[in-house]
C-alpha cells in the first residue's frame, strides 16, 4: 500500500520561514513527478511547486524566488523549503506523487500558518 507522509508544517510569523518533507513509502514503482499542493479555506486546490525524476522544477508565480521544491530519489523524499512567508501563503499542504505508470497519489496534508 502507497504511503505519503508529511511532515514540518506549523505556525511561524511573516517573513519567517519553514521546511517541509514528504516520504513515499510502500511501492515499488518508480516515482515519476512529484509535486506540493495547498488548499487554503473557501479556495481550490493548487499547485505551489512540482519536480520532475530529472529534477526540473516549476512554481506557482506565488512563491517564485521564496519557495525551493527538491527531492532524493534514493530516500523517495520531496521537499519544500519555504522562505519570506507571508499571510497568504496559510494553508494545508499536500505532497503529491505520480507513480509508474500514471498513478497519483496524495499525502494526508500538514498545516501552514502564517501570522502577521
Known amino acids: 500500500q502507497v504511503q505519503l507522509v508529511e511532515s514540518g508544517g506549523g505556525l511561524v510569523q511573516a517573513g519567517g520561514s519553514l521546511g517541509l518533507s514528504c516520504v513515499v513509502s510502500g511501492s515499488r514503482f518508480r516515482i515519476n513527478n512529484m509535486g506540493w499542493y495547498r488548499q487554503a479555506p473557501g479556495k481550490q486546490r493548487e499547485l505551489v511547486a512540482g519536480?520532475?525524476?530529472?529534477?526540473?522544477?516549476n512554481y506557482a508565480d506565488s512563491v517564485k524566488g521564496r519557495f525551493t521544491i527538491s527531492r532524493d530519489n534514493a530516500k523517495n523524499t520531496v521537499y519544500l523549503q519555504m522562505n519570506s512567508l507571508k499571510p497568504e501563503d496559510t494553508a494545508v499542504y499536500y505532497c503529491?506523487?505520480?507513480?509508474?505508470?500514471?498513478?497519483?497519489?496524495w499525502g494526508q496534508g500538514t498545516q501552514v500558518t502564517v501570522s502577521s
Open positions: 519536480i520532475t525524476r530529472g529534477t526540473n522544477t
Open positions: 503529491n506523487a505520480v507513480l509508474y505508470p500514471n498513478n497519483n497519489y
